[in-house]
């Protein structure tokens, strides 16, 4: 007793220190030389070509300055051409994605679906989110060709995995309260749906479905480089040919754009809320 005593008072007035995660010290230096060892090691087997590195940065410098210039004039209408079939295309995706994503969504919540059909849905969640927007992409263009068909089935299927798991994750934490409130009254589950989830998830619908726009019109600029239509393409030729001033031109739109729907996405989640 005496002991506690004599070390709380030691500690009068010092200093708290937060404990250490590995509380051994020796555990703590071994681990991080391992770290550093590890770091090295890596770094030695990776090859660099340093000329190229030089040259690179030559070309980084060339590109960074074409911000100070973008040229909008010499490709206006491959400009405009790929940013109206971006705009399109990312709109038809979203529509459709989100229009198959509620109903996955219903069957992937266990909350409101029977085992099967449960089971059934998180398998397509899985497999939309188990498929990059790339690969989907590149074997969409073997079957359909180049063009914007390929870009519109993969944003749509990327949109159906990534809004139907946000979406059941949601109504799987709904307040259970007002849905019972709904149920006992005696109404279907159609209409269970529609008076106790649909008021408690719509928000959060809105909200997902309007980033999920936004993350389409950028990956639409992405597919492009595959030959699935959009920007992308005129961006990839303006690549091609070192025209930087002309990408920096493509890229200060998609950024303008992207701003304009991250605007208009604040001002509707406030206007639901």
């Known amino acids: 007793m005496s002991d506690t005593t004599f070390d709380v008072n030691a500690r009068i007035g010092q200093p708290w220190k937060k404990p250490h995660f590995i509380q051994r010290r020796w555990l703590r230096w071994t681990l991080l030389a391992g770290f550093i060892a590890y770091l090295i090691a890596s770094y030695m087997t990776i090859e660099v070509n340093w000329s190229r590195v030089y040259e690179g940065l030559e070309r980084g410098k060339n590109f960074v300055l074409a911000f100070t210039s973008p040229d909008f004039t010499s490709r206006s209408s491959d400009i405009y051409e790929g940013m109206v079939e971006s ?132 990956e639409s600029a992405i597919l492009g480089l595959v030959g699935a239509g959009g920007i992308g393409a005129t961006l990839n030729t303006a690549f091609d040919r070192y025209e930087y001033d002309t990408a920096a031109a493509i890229l200060l739109i998609i950024i303008v754009i992207v701003m304009a729907l991250e605007y208009m996405s604040g001002v509707i989640r406030a206007r639901v809320q």
């Open 87 to 218: 705009i399109v295309m990312t709109v038809a995706s979203s529509v459709v994605g989100i229009a198959i994503s509620i109903p996955i969504a219903l069957g992937a919540a266990r909350n409101v679906a029977p085992l099967p059909v449960y089971l059934i849905c998180r398998g397509i969640i899985a497999v939309s989110r188990a498929l990059q927007e790339i690969i989907v992409a590149i074997l969409l263009v073997a079957i359909f060709g180049f063009g914007p068909l390929a870009g519109f089935l993969t944003l749509s299927f990327a949109t159906i995995g990534f809004l139907s798991k946000l979406l059941a994750e949601d109504i799987e934490s709904m307040d259970k309260v007002q849905a019972e409130a709904i149920k006992a009254s005696g109404a279907r589950w159609a209409q269970w749906i529609n008076y106790g989830v649909q008021p408690q998830v719509m928000p959060r619908l809105i909200g997902l479905s309007i980033y999920r726009l936004d993350i389409n019109f950028r």
